[in-house]
């Protein structure tokens, strides 16, 4: 991605506006739970929070590598960053000028960090084949999961209970509060990013192959694949009200997918049977520059 993110509607794609500053690629983006601020984290070596309204920047957080992950916490008070220091740090949006909360002891890069626990905890994952829970009362690593491969992408489920790992050919899920492994389930491609569906039946996930698979979450049975990218698919992410998700590839788009194909929905107004069919394989795209 370029230096100027992009707003859109979720349901529809329609692009809302362009976020101006970044002076390098675009790494992570994230919108706080009441789509009022956004957070991006750049090439630059920064990242920045701005007015998801006005599309006007409000802070900005100077780092010394690339800023890979950005996030909320539920308050909207603090972002957490993850860079190519190996570090992970809070920054108060309500003290922008006081030193962040650092989170050492990765031993490669950071892919993504998330607030989780009522925010009282930090969860990464880094390159260097590991998950790691710090506790932000003491600052100190409290649990650890290790991988046979790189952890690609965390995602914390809509209700804070099921943690999804995209690691390998491998989805695997995890108890929030313990980091007692669920399940795990083994799918056809090197997998990038993966989502889980609001209600926990079904979730997504795309990597090396081009491709998007669905999978059955209680028997962890692919349910379809489909090939709608040119090249590799580097994130998935449902909508909060689960009715669609969105994939992002380094083919330079962004498709948006019905989970429930024809069903009336932003963009998809299907009346005739063959509108029907052809909706599976014709996902909405929209172009990412």
Not at 81 to 97: A, C, D, I, Y
Request: glycine share 10%; charged share 20%; net charge negative.
């Amino acid at each position: 991605m370029d230096g100027s993110p992009m707003l859109r509607q979720g349901d529809t794609g329609d692009w809302v506006g362009t976020f101006e500053g970044h002076k390098g690629a675009v790494w992570g983006v994230a919108l706080n739970k009441t789509a009022t601020l956004a957070a991006t984290g750049a090439a630059d070596f920064t990242g920045k929070v701005w007015n998801a309204i006005t599309g006007t920047e409000i802070h900005s957080f100077q780092h010394k590598h690339i800023v890979k992950s950005v996030g909320f916490d539920s308050s909207s008070e603090n972002i957490v960053t993850g860079s190519n220091e190996k570090l992970v740090r809070v920054f108060n949006l309500e003290q922008p000028q006081a030193e962040p909360e650092m989170y050492s002891g990765h031993g490669g890069a950071i892919k993504q960090a998330l607030f989780c626990r009522n925010d009282k905890c930090i969860i990464s994952a880094a390159e260097d084949k590991t998950v790691r829970l710090w506790d932000r009362l003491s600052g100190n690593e409290v649990q650890r999961l290790t991988f046979p491969n790189n952890p690609n992408s965390l995602e914390i489920s809509a209700d804070n209970h099921i943690l999804t790992v995209a690691h390998g050919t491998s989805i695997s899920f995890w108890d929030v509060e313990s980091l007692k492994k669920l399940k795990e389930v083994k799918v056809p491609t090197n997998v990038s990013s993966a989502s889980l569906h609001p209600d926990k039946h079904v979730f997504v996930c795309g990597g090396e192959d081009f491709k998007m698979y669905k999978f059955d979450y209680i028997t962890g049975n692919e349910i379809e694949s489909f090939k709608g990218h040119f090249g590799p698919v580097h994130s998935v992410k449902f909508s909060p009200d689960g009715e669609l998700y969105a994939s992002g590839s380094e083919d330079g788009t962004l498709r948006l997918w019905q989970t429930t194909v024809g069903k009336t929905y932003g963009l998809w107004k299907c009346t005739e049977p063959n509108e029907l069919n052809n909706s599976l394989n014709s996902p909405r795209e929209v172009q990412a520059n």
